[in-house]
């Protein structure tokens, strides 16, 4: 059975720094393009990072470019999404996605998620 699990979540304030992790089992994904996605309370869930197989590109939304960094472990089957200078309109649920390759457009594989609450 093929799992996304994300964790690192949690309650911050405002400008501080979270590291989210989303560790994958049932299969290697070591070839597989990754990235992080959000959802606010009563909006869409939206892109927030993705990266590459080898991690050699990476993207990140507007909203997070020079706060948010994106970075791949293979050999442990782990993403991660280094958060700082974090802001209330940070908070969200945070979840983790994989497809077979960035030329893609639809994710094969999600997690669950983990909350990300930001107080001012």
């Known amino acids: 059975q093929v799992q996304l699990v994300e964790s690192g979540g949690g309650l911050v304030q405002a400008g501080g720094s979270l590291r989210l992790s989303c560790a994958a089992s049932?299969?290697?994904?070591?070839?597989?393009?990754k990235a992080w996605f959000r959802q606010a309370p009563g909006k869409e869930r939206e892109f927030v990072a993705g990266?590459?197989?080898?991690?050699?590109?990476?993207y990140s939304a507007d909203a997070v470019k020079g706060r948010f960094t994106i970075s791949r472990d293979n050999a442990k089957n782990t993403v991660y999404l280094q958060m700082n200078s974090l802001k209330p309109e940070d908070t969200a649920l945070y979840y983790c996605?994989?497809?077979?390759?960035?030329?893609?457009?639809?994710?094969?594989?999600w997690g669950q998620g983990t909350q990300v609450t930001v107080s001012s």
């Open positions: 996605a994989a497809k077979i390759d960035d030329s893609v457009s639809d994710y094969n594989y």
């Open positions: 990266i590459s197989w080898s991690g050699g590109r990476t």
């Open positions: 049932g299969r290697t994904f070591s070839t597989w393009y």
